[in-house]
T-cell receptor, first 116, second 112 residues
Framework: GAVVSQHPSRVICKSGTSVKIECRSL??????MFWYRQFPKQSLMLMAT?????????EQGVEKDKFLINHASLTLSTLTVTSAHPEDSSFYIC????????????FGPGTRLTVT | AQSVTQPDIHITVSEGASLELRCNYS??????LFWYVQSPGQGLQLLLK??????LVQGIKGFEAEFKRSQSSFNLRKPSVHWSDAAEYFC??????????FGDGTTLTVKP
């Protein structure tokens, strides 16, 4: 149980285009989902926290207009990188916190974004 | 502010040898502490967590960790390492799981 999926696993897009990443909790309802960014050989940086049906809370320094987060249901959150640039290339990981275990988060497998 | 320090960037151990990965934290109250493992190109998997109670916690894959409040430490241990344990290990501290702060990670290499 407690499986989180992400789609796509890898995406390459051209500079100036937008790309959407989906995060789904497959076998539980996620009250809260989190989006992280991870640079090579570095730790995870929390970008934003999203609760179902409400606006996401962004961490300091994260551009909310560039990284659009939607949490439309208890099993799906999406991250859209708008007008992507090469510096947005990174590994994006989502996690979900369930109703049953509010102090545990389950991570998706990550999405490798490359902007050319 | 909360912070986590993993002093060892890279550790190499021989298969079958014991392992200890260090984690020191800074937090104003009693913390929630976590250890995660990340295989290359993958997300994170929770190994174990400490919220309260017994300071020695058991996790999956034969790992354990000990919370020492006096030393602000939460070191991860395994008595006998397997080649499949080679991965990146992250310690995290926070008020709850989602608002955790992660350490920079320790890369574990296992020699045959």
């Amino acid at each position: 149980g407690a499986v989180v999926s992400q789609h796509p696993s890898r995406v390459i897009c051209k500079s100036g285009t937008s790309v959407k990443i989906e995060c789904r909790s497959l076998d539980f309802q996620a009250t809260t989902m989190f989006w992280y960014r991870q640079f090579p050989k570095q730790s995870l940086m929390l970008m934003a926290t999203s609760n179902e049906g409400s606006k996401a809370t962004y961490e300091q320094g994260v551009e909310k207009d560039k990284f659009l987060i939607n949490h439309a249901s208890l099993t799906l959150s999406t991250l859209t990188v708008t007008s992507a640039h090469p510096e947005d290339s990174s590994f994006y990981i989502c996690s979900a916190e369930g109703l049953a275990a509010p102090y545990e988060q389950y991570f998706g497998p990550g999405t490798r974004l490359t902007v050319t | 502010a909360q912070s986590v320090t993993q002093p060892d960037i890279h550790i190499t151990v021989s298969e079958g040898a014991s392992l200890e990965l260090r984690c020191n934290y800074s937090y104003g109250a009693t913390p929630y502490l976590f250890w995660y493992v990340q295989s290359p190109g993958q997300g994170l998997q929770l190994l174990l967590k400490y919220f309260s109670g017994d300071t020695l916690v058991q996790g999956i894959k034969g790992f354990e960790a000990e919370f020492k409040r006096s030393q602000s430490s939460f070191n991860l241990r395994k008595p006998s390492v397997h080649w499949s344990d080679a991965a990146e290990y992250f310690c995290a501290v926070g008020a709850y799981a989602g608002k955790s702060t992660f350490g920079d990670g320790t890369t574990l290499t296992v020699k045959p």
